[in-house]
Nanobody, 123 residues
Framework: QVQLVESGGGLVQAGGSLRLSCVAS????????MGWFRQAPGKEREFVAS????????DYTDSVKGRFTISGDNDKNTVFLVMNSLKPEDTAVYYCVAGRSVAYRGQKDYDFWGQGTQVTVSS
């Protein structure tokens, strides 16, 4: 079992930055693929970013490429999402996820979810 707790969300102006953190307990992150999803009001939950076990490979949805960076610290059982050049359309609840599936862009590919942290970007 893995418990995930996100933090770092908040209100920021367009063009600003935030760093989300996700602390995992129960199992070490090195055995899981980690990722982030988000859900904006009235929209479906969508994949944002993922990083493989041990951090060898990461991938992003097209809308955040070049602006967001996912990374992990296995010693601290923590995964981060650094978000730069934020846009109002990035406003959403961001969820940290963990799973062992080879596939990684679908919600069903992850077994554990955090409670989410709100990110609001004002124009």
């Amino acid at each position: 079992q893995v418990q995930l707790v996100e933090s770092g969300g908040g209100l920021v102006q367009a063009g600003g930055s935030l760093r989300l953190s996700c602390v995992a307990s129960g199992r070490t992150l090195s055995t899981y693929r980690m990722g982030w999803f988000r859900q904006a009001p009235g929209k479906e939950r969508e994949f944002v970013a993922s990083i493989t076990r041990m951090g060898a490979y990461s991938d992003y949805t097209d809308s955040v490429k070049g602006r967001f960076t996912i990374s992990g610290d296995n010693d601290k059982n923590t995964v981060f999402l650094v978000m730069n050049s934020l846009k109002p359309e990035d406003t959403a609840v961001y969820y940290c996820v963990a799973g062992r599936s080879v596939a990684y862009r679908g919600q069903k590919d992850y077994d554990f979810w955090g409670q989410g942290t709100q990110v609001t970007v004002s124009s």
